[in-house]
């Protein structure tokens, strides 16, 4: 494994830039672990621009571990509406509380103290001690591993066990000892920016020198995704004096409250069925997911997972997003044909 030429005057090259043209990002204006370890899980998945908002005002309602630890997860999956992947709020919760009970609600500081905690895993872990403490470690995600690949020329999968062993290699023969924190940030930016997927600005990228990659829009090389699964999941809308029956999920929402799932044996034996007042099509990681309505009169609710919500309170609780949508669509529906929602 050869370190490419001059790693000095690729540093220098890269830190030039970046003073120039990195992005002012607000969790790069803290050194807070907590608020570091919050940006970091809430980015996974996320765009950038996306998660701003959800940032800045997470941080307002749980400014710290030990409010985000003794807060209710109804709240904190409210306030994560939107973002998509609850386990990631619900890991959050989870790490504040082992921080709290563990080491007294102050962030450990060892990569392999943070690894223990729910949900981190180890580009996570290496994350926060850079962004947070400095430490001259490595660090390995989408960008960074896209402009790793180019700059080694490296042609295997990056999916692979060898793969990865192998970018983290690369990754950590460049860190510096020093400020390596604002490195990592610069070659974030750089693969966020440049060094972008399928179409490299090789032309203005200040390390093109460095790069040995003849052909950097074909890398870095994937396994082949997994074909798309469909999905057809089919739901009730049930209303009763100004208020709507929803349950409480127990899988893939785990914790928050979903339109009840329609009972199919009664589907199958009612007229009262006639088709679907709501049809929409979304997608969750692999799946495309076809999502139908159908309006329910009445039913014996199950007390343990479900509960009559007045409508007013619908936005106080967790909602995931393609059922608030629902609910939105038939509620508007319903105001227009004066249906269900007497007082």
Known sequence: MNAP????????????????????????????????????????????????????????RFPDFASLARASQNNVLRA??????????????????????????????????????PGIGKYT????????????????????????TRLFDFRESIDSDRGRQTLWQYAAMLVPKSNASIYNSALIDLGALVCVARQPKCGICPVEKFCRAKNPQILPVRKSRPSTKRLLEQHAFVVRQGKILLEQSSTRWRGMWILPLLKLNCFKQS??????????????????????????????????SQRWIRVNSLESIPIPSPHRRALQHLLQRDRHTQVGLEP
């Open 5 to 60: 030429r001059n790693i000095r005057g690729f540093r220098s090259a890269l830190l030039l830039w970046y003073r120039r043209h990195g992005r002012d990002l607000p969790w790069r204006r803290t050194r807070d672990p907590y608020a570091v370890l919050v940006s970091e899980l809430m980015l996974q998945q996320t765009q950038v621009a996306t998660v701003i908002p959800y940032y800045n005002e997470w941080l307002r």
């Open 125 to 148: 872990a290496h994350a926060v001690a850079s962004f947070a403490f400095d430490q001259s470690v490595p660090i390995v995600e989408s960008n960074t591993a896209r402009v790793l």
């Open 80 to 117: 994560w509406q939107g973002l998509g992947y609850y386990g990631r709020a619900r890991n959050l919760q989870a790490t504040a509380r082992t921080v709290v009970d563990r080491y007294r609600g102050r962030s450990p500081r060892s990569v392999e103290q943070m690894q223990q905690l």
């Open 271 to 304: 007229s009262s069925y006639r088709g679907a007042i709501y049809t929409s099509v979304f997608p969750f990681t692999n799946h495309r997911i076809t999502l139908k309505v159908y309006a329910e009169r009445s039913r014996k609710i199950d007390k343990d």
